[in-house]
């Protein structure tokens, strides 16, 4: 069982005060201050504590009940919002949730369209060598470019100076100066 809010400090308070109460008259005969500064004494050690004790746990009992009839007011209200709040995270799973699929299918159509081009790039690939290979079938392959003789490779030959009329013997593509005249002799 619970006990409510501010029990002790009133149950301390009352033990204060009639402690005061049944301790503090058995100390009368022996006191020299009279009546009076036994009573202002009794007053301040005892009641006044004993009082403000019991005040005490009187306020915080009346709080707790305040608080607990604010919270039992609310009760209505904060479980309306829990119930909003789970609305909007459903709401956003469900959102989050139909991206994904959106996404998912947005690149399976993507994945999908790419084989579908690099499949149609191979068929085309396939037929053109196909044809390729057909055409090199049907046709002979054509004849080479030419069908005379490759030329002789360059022997050296004699040349006769036009200057002069000296001989000299020059290998290919080469030049000579005559040694008689000084005239270019060129190998044609």
Partial sequence: MEM?????????GVLWAALGLIIYPNTLPQSGYGVDGIIASWIVFFLFPGVSLICFGVRKHRRFKWKQKYLDE??????????????????????????????????????????????????????????????????????PPSSTPPPPPLMPK???????????????????????????????
């Avoid at 409510?4 to 400090?9: D, E, L, R």
């Avoid at 036009?162 to 060129?186: F, N």
Wanted: net charge negative.
């Fill in 158 to 188: 004699n040349i006769s100076c036009p200057g002069c009329g000296a001989r000299k013997v020059l290998q290919p593509m080469q030049s000579l100066e005559c040694e008689y005249c000084g005239t270019v002799l060129v190998y044609s």
């Fill in 74 to 143: 609310q009760e209505p209200f904060l479980l309306q919002f829990r119930l909003e709040i789970q609305k909007l995270e459903h709401e956003q799973e469900l959102g989050r949730e139909e991206r994904k699929q959106a996404e998912e299918a947005e690149e399976a159509a993507r994945l999908g369209a790419e084989k579908e081009a690099t499949l149609a790039a191979m068929r085309a690939e396939t037929e053109a060598a196909a044809r390729r290979e057909a055409t090199n079938r049907i046709t002979p392959p054509p004849p």
């Fill in 4 to 12: 409510a809010a501010g029990f002790w400090h009133k149950a301390i």
